[in-house]
Nanobody, 124 residues
Framework: QVQLVESGGGLVQAGDSLRLSCAASGRTFSIYVMGWFRQAPGKEREFVSGIKWNDSTASYADSVVGRFTISRDNLKNTLYMQMNSLKPEDTAVYYC?????????????????WGRGTQVTVSS
């Protein structure tokens, strides 16, 4: 199994920045892809960004391109997401997740392990 713990969420104003972290432990050698998803109240969980664990190949949702940057530190087994120019519509619980067998990066059902999430609230 892989355990994931997110941190870095908070309450910010529109235009501010936040950096989310996701610490992975356990069978981290099995990680193939790590991703960030978010879920706003009353909405479905949506893909935000993903990165291949062994290289820097990354993918982003159109809504965050140019504002969010995903990265990883393999030595620390930690995933990051730098979020700039935050908007009120970015308000959500942010989850990190891992794929161990590959799959469609934007499809939540293709992820094997999930963290509990961290709240990001952006005020206007």
């Amino acid at each position: 199994q892989v355990q994931l713990v997110e941190s870095g969420g908070g309450l910010v104003q529109a235009g501010d920045s936040l950096r989310l972290s996701c610490a992975a432990s356990g069978r981290t050698f099995s990680i193939y892809v790590m991703g960030w998803f978010r879920q706003a109240p009353g909405k479905e969980r949506e893909f935000v960004s993903g990165i291949k664990w062994n290289d820097s190949t990354a993918s982003y949702a159109d809504s965050v391109v140019g504002r969010f940057t995903i990265s990883r530190d393999n030595l620390k087994n930690t995933l990051y997401m730098q979020m700039n120019s935050l908007k009120p519509e970015d308000t959500a619980v942010y989850y990190c997740a891992t794929q161990t067998r590959g799959g469609v990066w934007s499809r939540s059902s293709d992820y094997d392990y999930w963290g509990r999430g961290t709240q990001v609230t952006v005020s206007s």
